[in-house]
């Protein structure tokens, strides 16, 4: 299996431009996660899903943030417009059907940079 | 709400040195206890975990108790190996949450092994 996939792995843009990060979660897996890391907040938590519709969304940081999933096997996670303080590396996670939280597959994180 | 505090980094080893990186939470109720970790340029990984009171989780050498009386997950490893240099974020899942067992981690020590 080759696991949760992110693309961009990296990606470097100026301020007031979109960002458009992507997650293939594992096949079979029913639920996915994007999380925020930083230095100075770690690891948060921004949104999840089930079963592609969105679960909770109360750690999405503010309306510039938005997240889908059009199907199973696909999530974007958009920031329109960029602003510095975004700069951070971004997670995707999924976990199989009936499975918990704590064995969340992670991806290798897309690390984002605005200037 | 529900917190993890863990021991600021960077944390710098010799090889075969005896490694503690000190955690203690806050919860409402009773949650179960994580240690992940985050190899360089890979997502996080369960390294090991505890359901309750007076558990030891134990993985590759690591070894973790949670002390309910000092709110306590300390991570321990008697000799670490230049292997061991990654990121471990110690995390809590509190099944009374909003989401029913969301995780919360905390910061992450950054652990660097010298040979």
């Known amino acids: 299996d080759a696991g949760v996939i992110q693309s961009p792995r990296h990606e470097v843009t100026e301020m007031g431009q979109e960002v458009t990060l992507r997650c293939k979660p594992i096949?079979?897996?029913?639920?996915l996660f994007w999380y925020r890391q930083t230095m100075m907040r770690g690891l948060e938590l921004l949104i999840y899903?089930?079963?592609?519709?969105?679960?909770?969304d109360s750690g999405m940081p503010e309306d510039r943030f938005s997240a889908k999933m059009p199907n199973a096997s696909f999530s974007t996670l958009k920031i329109q417009p960029s602003e510095p303080r975004d700069s951070a590396v971004y997670f995707c996670?999924?976990?199989?059907?009936?499975?918990?939280?704590?064995?969340?597959?992670f991806g290798p994180g897309t690390r984002l940079l605005v200037l | 709400g529900d917190s993890v505090t863990q021991m600021e980094g960077p944390v710098t080893l010799s090889e075969e040195a005896f490694l503690t990186i000190n955690c203690t939470y806050t919860?409402?109720?009773?949650?179960?206890l994580f240690w992940y970790v985050q190899y360089p340029g890979e997502g996080l990984q369960l390294l090991l975990k505890?359901?309750?009171?007076?558990d030891k989780g134990s993985n590759k050498g690591f070894e973790a108790t949670y002390r309910k009386e000092t709110t306590s997950f300390h991570l321990e490893k008697g000799s670490v190996q230049v292997s061991d240099s990654a990121v471990y974020f110690c995390?809590?899942?509190?099944?009374?949450?909003?989401?029913?067992?969301?995780?919360?981690f905390g910061a992450g020590t950054r652990l660097t092994v010298k040979p």
């Open positions: 996670a999924s976990i199989p059907t009936g499975g918990s939280w704590e064995t969340q597959y």
């Open positions: 899903f089930n079963n592609n519709v969105p679960i909770d």
């Open positions: 919860a409402t109720g009773y949650p179960s």
């Open positions: 995390a809590l899942s509190d099944p009374e949450g909003r989401n029913n067992n969301d995780m919360r």
């Open positions: 505890a359901t309750k009171a007076d």
């Open positions: 096949s079979g897996h029913n639920s």
